[in-house]
């Protein structure tokens, strides 16, 4: 058992567990022994409900980090906020954290010349399991107190920081293609479509391309093509005057039988009371 779960059995409810920051962790000469590149502000971890929380923001870039629970990041751009997930706010940003529920986020306040070329209208978020453990890391680092962890500090928030951006790249250029996997099964929804296709389509293996397109989308490929296919038959099913049987051609089911039990599950009615 960590201190903060040791804190957090004494019922404080929520509780900020604040680690400050003082010079002397950087030694007798701080100012120069911090990274110009990237150096905390300050690290601190909370952990219960965050209900209507204003808006606010500060003059720094700041990065939270969910370990647990789920919850939205109120701002002009909101963020479902879920466990692995880490986000860059820039300064001026407004954004609260709201969360019904737990919500166990580590905050860390940044500066130096890593972040400097960096645009301020827009946040960087990526979710990834590379990244918990190092968030443990800096957390329980910054626990210690003692002297000449500053520099130990710097080092594991830039390594965090840098992973960050490596990941946002990789998870945009992917999120493209999963993207034009999507639209791909919008329009070619009536024909027979396998997994091992689509994959091959952008270069995936199986495996990869399911997590991707789960990650993207919340769905797995085939819960969206599912999802399609009911839409579309709901459609031709109330605007028109087509046979049960034609309309699950259509939308690429050969057994009528199996298009009835499939819409059944995801409507929870029969074709037959919308025909």
Not at 69 to 83: A, F, H, K, Y
Not at 197 to 225: C, H, M, N
Request: proline share 7%; with cysteine.
């Amino acid at each position: 058992m960590d201190y903060y779960d040791i804190m957090n059995k004494k019922g404080r409810s929520p509780i900020v567990l604040p680690a400050l920051l003082p010079d002397r962790l950087w030694g007798r000469v701080a100012p120069a022994r911090r990274s110009r590149q990237l150096s905390p502000l300050y690290i601190q971890r909370y952990r219960g409900p965050r209900k209507n929380s204003p808006l606010g923001d500060h003059d720094f870039w700041e990065l939270t980090f969910i370990f647990h629970g789920q919850g939205v990041l109120d701002s002009p751009t909101p963020i479902n906020l879920n466990p692995n997930r880490a986000v860059l706010i820039p300064p001026g940003f407004p954004h609260a954290e709201q969360s019904s529920g737990l919500l166990d986020a580590l905050w860390v306040g940044l500066a130096g010349t890593l972040l400097d070329s960096l645009p301020t209208e827009q946040l960087i978020h990526v979710a990834s399991e590379q990244l918990y453990l190092l968030a443990e890391q800096v957390w329980n680092l910054s626990l210690c107190g003692y002297a000449d962890i500053g520099p130990e500090l710097d080092g594991l928030i830039c390594t965090m920081v840098s992973r960050i951006f490596r990941l946002a790249k990789e998870q945009s250029s992917t999120g493209d293609l999963i993207d034009d996997i999507a639209i791909y099964l919008d329009h070619e929804y009536a024909r027979p479509i396998s997994m091992t296709e689509l994959a091959a389509r952008i270069g995936f293996s199986e495996g990869y391309f399911y997590r991707a397109f789960k990650t993207r989308t919340g769905q797995t490929p085939v819960q969206y093509l599912t999802e399609v296919r009911i839409c579309k038959a709901i459609q031709l099913l109330q605007q028109s005057s087509l046979p049960i049987a034609k309309v699950a051609r259509l939308v690429g089911y050969a057994d009528p039988l199996y298009f009835s039990r499939v819409f059944k599950r995801h409507t929870g009615k029969s074709p037959r009371k919308l025909a």
